[in-house]
């Protein structure tokens, strides 16, 4: 009987839905004595080492593992699940199993973006160094560095490496009955599922002999994480109470009156049913998908049902990762129960979720944190999310509007004055509730802020391009890109194909969302990946 073992925190619903889709049964490990039953056992981790450690222990399990592990049967750990099996980890003080005696250490962040983020290839060491691997999606800040030299022992265990910036490291292990991935195969569309698929139909693939140890690879600068294509479905419940895929022009969803062009007056605009739209997105070749539920500032999320079954439906058939966005906050429900916004996550995640996107919430976390003298104090939305997930599952999403200057300027946002060719200048100014309110906050004190506070990654929109087709807010995403070291999404505006290339080009974001062209299919996934590759950017296709 598979096993799976579920430390209680990051998106195990994943892993599960990938196992069901390739029709395999399993069971959960709910007490140590199931250790015993197990005749293959999956252990998969997303978030902090130090909580899987202490989680296993506290439950008593980990001794359990440790007997499983010896016993000869097969195992599989993806991402944490992995790393438990090093001696330790610099994110942690807790030691790992020790099975592997080399260290986890963090990404150096000095040339790229951490977490590493995205779609990146896992070169075997069988192959021939020319010979790239396939590409997997992978998500962490922390890694096993791949040196012959200096971690002998490790290198005999990598099974394929994988190169970020000048890094080389271990992205899978494998030795007797024990594999191991960094990546997520749940999460890795065809290819990880057919890897799952493999390990569980023919474990003895996977008996390793270890591999000699060759010299360290020669880097090539072009090699590594692609950049990743995201198509956003903004969700709204119509005026009939369905819920749709809407998309708005500066965020205005309705239609708009033919006579006066006047928008506010008509009906809530549908582009189609949402899972339906993320499946047809999903076989394109999206290298992820996001959800933002665009009205539940007005509501908990933990009522709204119907966009709950949303992320279930789409969750269930779509393995690439699934951010979902709105309503992340403290609430009350109408009966009066407090729910924290760690719960309004949990509740996505548990619906299978990867990331949560947090839009208002965090710009009022910024804003009592700078009040605070920039001290954090753990108790923030993305604080609590970030520790019980890790902060690779918290995206913040920005919503800032340009906001015209003379150019002598000289007020407290001076510093992060755009000067236009036509003389004009401006500054980004932050935005809550889908922009319906604005804030005393620049768009790139937001992005320190919540680098600060513990935000994985940063959803960034604008207003003004959002839905014109005008093209990104180059000035935007360089000035937010230049000031924060997490990975930065470029969104709002895309009207061609050319236009992701040139964001890419000119400003170094590590991934690019659009929402109306691929809606209406005016420009397709595969199309803006062609025009990546052929002007030299590395892309998944
Ligand atoms: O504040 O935590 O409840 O989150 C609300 C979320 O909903 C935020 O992420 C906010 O950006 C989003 N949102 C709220 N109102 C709207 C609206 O459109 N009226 N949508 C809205 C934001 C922006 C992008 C869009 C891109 C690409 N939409 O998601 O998909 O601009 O569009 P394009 O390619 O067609 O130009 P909270």
Same mark, same amino acid.
């Given at each position: 009987m598979l096993f799976l073992l579920d430390y209680g925190a990051g998106n195990v619903t994943s892993l599960a839905n990938s196992l069901r889709q390739l029709g395999h049964d399993f069971r959960w490990i709910e007490h140590p004595s199931d250790f015993a039953q197990a005749t293959s056992l999956v252990f998969p981790g997303v978030g902090a080492f130090e909580s899987a450690i202490q989680h296993l222990s506290r439950r008593g399990l980990l001794e359990p593992l440790r007997e499983y592990l010896r016993s000869g049967r097969p195992y599989f750990g993806i991402c944490i699940g992995m790393q438990v099996l090093f001696q330790s980890s610099e994110e942690s003080p807790s030691p790992g199993l020790g099975i592997i005696p080399s260290p986890i250490q963090r990404f150096s962040d000095h040339d790229k973006a951490v977490p590493h983020i995205g779609w990146n290839s896992a070169d075997?060491?069988? +192959?021939?160094?020319e010979e790239t691997g396939a590409f997997y999606y992978f998500v962490h800040s922390y890694c096993a560095k791949y040196s012959p030299e200096k971690y002998p022992e490790a290198a005999q265990w990598a099974h394929s490496t994988t190169q970020y910036g000048q890094e080389l490291f271990i992205s899978s292990v494998c030795k007797g009955n024990i594999f191991g991935t960094q990546f997520h195969p749940e999460k890795s569309g065809d290819a990880g599922l057919a890897l799952l698929d493999k390990w569980l139909r023919v474990p003895d693939a996977f008996h390793h002999a270890p591999a000699t140890p060759r010299a360290t690879r020669v880097l090539s600068?072009?090699?590594g994480l692609t950049k990743r294509i995201i198509a956003c479905m903004d969700v709204r419940a119509n005026d009939a109470g369905d819920l749709v895929v809407t998309k708005g022009d500066q965020y205005d969803v309705r239609e708009k009156d033919p006579s006066t062009a006047v928008a506010s007056a008509g009906a809530v605009r549908n582009l189609g049913k949402p899972v339906a739209l993320a499946a047809r997105y999903y076989a394109a070749g999206a290298d992820e998908l996001c959800l933002l539920n665009i009205t539940s500032f007005r509501h908990s999320p933990l009522q709204d049902q119907p966009m709950l079954a949303v992320v279930r439906a789409a969750a269930e058939r779509l393995f690439v990762p699934l951010t979902i966005g709105g309503g992340i906050k403290d609430t009350v429900d109408p009966d009066g129960t407090a729910r924290s916004a760690l719960e309004v996550a949990s509740a996505y995640f548990r619906a299978g979720a990867d990331k949560v996107s947090i839009g208002s919430e965090a710009v009022y976390a910024v804003e009592r944190l700078r009040a605070q003298g920039?001290? +954090?104090?753990?108790?923030?939305a993305i604080e609590t999310i970030a520790h019980a997930y890790?902060?690779?599952a918290v995206v913040v999403s920005i919503d800032p509007r340009r906001v015209l200057v003379d150019v002598d300027y000289s007020g407290p946002y001076k510093d992060e004055v755009v000067r236009g060719a036509d003389g004009s200048a401006w500054w980004y100014q932050c935005t809550v509730s889908g922009g319906r309110e604005s804030r005393p906050l620049s768009a790139v004190q937001l992005a320190q802020g919540v680098d600060v506070l513990g935000a994985g990654e940063i959803l960034l929109n604008s207003i003004d391009r959002?839905?014109?087709?005008?093209?990104?807010?180059l000035d935007l995403l360089a000035l937010v890109r230049g000031s924060v070291r997490i990975p930065v999404v470029a969104s709002s505006g895309a009207g061609k194909a050319a236009h992701f290339v040139e964001a890419f080009a000119q400003t170094g974001v590590e991934a690019a969302l659009a929402a109306g062209i691929f809606h209406r299919q005016e420009v397709g996934i595969d199309e803006v990946k062609d025009a990546l590759h052929l002007a030299g950017i590395h892309v998944r296709r």
């Open positions: 075997l060491l069988d +192959a021939s160094p600068p072009k090699h920039g001290v +954090a104090d753990g108790t923030s890790g902060r690779q959002d839905g014109t087709g005008l093209g990104f807010d």
